[in-house]
């Protein structure tokens, strides 16, 4: 059982350039959030989903798009990468919304905007 | 603004005494809180989940209080050893049931 499972788990882009982070879970969870994490300021919501087809702003949206076609895959794109946007991504998935039930994490993805 | 206030200081406690973490809360008003356990280059993991009608709960070696009149949550480890060395994170449920937000978190080294 892989749990949540993102890909990459490094990048490194140049100012401009456009990515999708990958996130997979196989536990059936209909909650999916991504979420970015600074030196010093926590884990801050980017973008979630409550199910298929749906996806929803989180705390920090600017500069990122989500999909969600099918319930075990989201997936993050940033279309023109920034340095600002360096930082680690977090993709986790809950089974109940928000902090009813636990949320599970992947290991993240390490993306440095040059 | 809601903000989630941890200690941003690491803490160094001796192996074998008890950790306690605090969490602070401003302008929320959660039903739930809970904590995670990060480790260095590692996503978050789930340990312990406390309602507001709950005043504590244990896990373990581990306890949890929950006080909404001072909106703070206490986290405990007793008996600490240094594979609890780690960053602990609380969590609040906020927007009504649509999101989870997290505090920035308190390292803690527990010293042989």
């Known amino acids: 059982n892989a749990g949540v499972t993102q890909t990459p788990k490094f990048r490194v882009l140049k100012t401009g350039q456009s990515m999708t982070l990958l996130c997979a879970q196989d536990m059936n969870h209909e909650y999916m959030y991504w979420y970015r994490q600074d030196p010093g300021m926590g884990l801050r919501l980017i973008h979630y989903?409550?199910?298929?087809?749906?996806?929803a702003k989180g705390e920090v949206p600017d500069g990122y798009n989500v999909s969600r076609l099918k319930k075990q895959n989201f997936l993050l794109g940033l279309e023109s990468a920034a340095p600002s946007q360096t930082s680690v991504y977090f993709c986790a998935s809950s089974y109940l919304l928000g902090a009813v039930t636990e949320a599970f994490f992947g290991q993240g993805t390490r993306l440095t905007v040059v | 603004s809601q903000k989630i206030e941890q200690n941003s200081e690491a803490l160094n406690i001796q192996e074998g005494k008890t950790a306690t973490l605090t969490c602070n809360y401003t302008?929320?008003?959660?039903?739930?809180l809970q904590w995670y356990r990060q480790d260095p280059g590692r996503g978050p993991v789930f340990l312990l989940l406390i309602r507001e009608n709950e005043k504590e709960k244990r896990k373990e070696r581990l306890k949890v209080t929950f006080d909404t009149t001072l909106k703070q949550s206490l986290f405990h480890i007793t008996a600490s050893q240094p594979a609890d060395s780690a960053t602990y994170l609380c969590?609040?449920?906020?927007?009504?049931?649509?999101?989870?937000?997290f505090g920035t978190g308190t390292k803690l080294q527990v010293i042989p």
């Open positions: 969590a609040l449920l906020s927007g009504g049931y649509q999101k989870v937000t």
């Open positions: 302008n929320y008003s959660p039903a739930y």
């Open positions: 989903s409550v199910g298929e087809g749906t996806t």
